[in-house]
């Protein structure tokens, strides 16, 4: 059997998943919260691409991960729905910046991730450690963006280890985007769970 890490940043996305999964809290000592049934081993990792980094190597490490998915939310930067799901078909990093031609090409790739033949469910992410409050401040030609998305696909490509990104709208990343992060989380989560169960069930 596939045995399926999911990173997923906040304690608000992660019960969703626990309870589409009948997922069990596990008593582990790798100062995470883990989450379990008998394929999945789901990581709760905070938000952010250093935090994510960390427990994507962790699921990869420890628990012998054979496909890794990072599931969440994100902000629209072109119109699309809030409470919207997609699967995104690649990803980068919006606040990447080195001046330096040999470490270009690492920190300015975009990742390719693996998305169900035949969806027409699909967008492209960017990826950054920023709140976005202002989408025009991003030069980019992506759907949305997170804080996550890069960095779980950036270890799993360096792993060779399929990697699927799932991405519910919950903002237009405007200047109301905390406010409405929140109204719109369960809507969003739940059509987030809905692509994840084509996939896993």
């Keep these: 059997m596939t045995k399926v890490g999911i990173v997923c940043a906040m304690h608000e996305e992660v019960e969703k998943i626990i309870n589409a999964f009948n997922l069990t809290q596990t008593d582990d000592q790798l100062n995470y919260k883990l989450y379990q049934n ?7 990792s905070s938000i952010g691409k250093v935090a994510s980094t960390l427990a994507a190597t962790t699921l990869i490490d420890k628990f012998n991960i054979d496909q890794l998915i990072n599931i969440g939310l994100a902000g629209a930067i072109k119109p699309i729905a809030a409470g919207s799901a997609y699967f995104i078909s690649s ?34 992410l960017t990826t950054g450690d920023q709140f976005i409050t202002d989408s025009s401040t991003i030069n980019t030609d992506a759907d949305m963006v997170d804080m996550e998305g890069f960095a779980v696909a950036y270890v799993a490509n360096r792993r060779n280890i ?19 992060l929140f109204e719109n989380l369960n809507k969003a989560m739940d059509q987030t769970i809905v692509l994840l169960k084509t996939i896993l069930d």
């Design 162 to 180: 399929p990697v699927t990104l799932i991405k519910g709208i919950s903002d237009d990343a405007n200047n109301s985007s905390e406010e409405a």
């Design 91 to 124: 990803v980068t990093q919006h606040d990447a910046f080195i001046p330096f031609d040999d470490y270009q090409q690492d920190m300015y790739q975009s990742i390719n991730c693996t998305v169900p033949k035949q969806t027409t469910q699909t967008a492209i």
């Design 38 to 44: 008998d394929h999945i081993t789901l990581i709760e």
